[in-house]
């Protein structure tokens, strides 16, 4: 596994312990919505409106013509049933949590491809964990990667297994095609990135070993 350092707001440096880039899919109320020009207008919510990554995530939305609101992703379900909200961006595990196939006919996966992951890590403060013995930083890395590799393969699964659920509910499940990853990268090149990019030298690596992946 390998370690990384990141820098936060308060400049203290965080130690990453296990991390997982899980990817989202898109559920709108009824019909497909995987192209850009798709959401024109279109009201709705990315994942954890309350988190950094799901800022980048909701200034390529509106720059891609949808109308963002904020709002849990525990408040869909609700959201969608009573019309205030199109279409939802969120993981695979919250779809089948909260049930969402019971108002969404449609089914935009992340699987295979997408356009926005999300970055679950657990932190732990670098000055603490230099001061513990190395055994025990040991254990706390071997743990870390035990976890990682647990996680991701869930992530995995829970794509998979949330087409079929929609599909049983009578819905519709797609794939992203390249055409569309690639719409959405040029917009987030825009956007998203280049503000990530600006925030200081350690975001900037970050993102060019990122793009290096494409």
């Known amino acids: 596994m390998t370690a990384y350092s990141l820098e936060t707001a308060s400049t203290e ?4 312990v296990p991390w997982l880039t899980r990817d989202v899919d898109m559920e709108p109320l009824d019909g497909l919505v995987d192209g850009v020009n798709s959401l024109f207008h279109l009201p709705i919510v990315p994942a954890s ?4 990554p799901t800022f980048y995530n909701q200034a390529g939305a509106t720059q891609a013509g949808a109308t963002v609101l904020t709002l849990p992703s525990n408040e ?3 959201a969608m049933q009573t019309g205030a909200l199109d279409a939802a961006m ?4 919250s779809l089948i949590s ?3 196939e019971e108002v969404g006919k449609a089914l935009t996966t992340g699987r295979g491809k997408t356009y926005w992951f999300m970055f ?3 932190l732990i403060s670098r000055t603490v964990f230099e001061k ?3 055994a025990q930083q040991d ?3 071997a743990v870390g990667a035990e976890m990682e590799a647990f996680a991701l393969e869930g992530a995995k699964a829970d794509d998979q297994a949330v087409a079929a659920v929609y599909q049983k509910a009578g819905g519709k499940a797609y794939d992203m095609s390249d055409a569309t990853v690639k719409r959405w990268q040029a917009i987030a090149r825009d956007t998203a990135w280049k503000d990530f990019a600006g925030k200081n030298e350690s975001c900037a690596r970050i993102l060019k070993l990122a793009e290096a992946t494409l």
């Open 90 to 93: 969120t993981s695979s595990t």
């Open 13 to 16: 440096l965080k130690r990453i």
């Open 76 to 78: 869909i379900y609700a």
């Open 120 to 122: 679950e890590p657990l």
């Open 98 to 100: 909260f049930r969402l």
């Open 139 to 141: 254990v706390i890395m």
């Open 132 to 134: 513990l013995p190395k």
């Open 49 to 52: 409106s309350s988190t950094a």
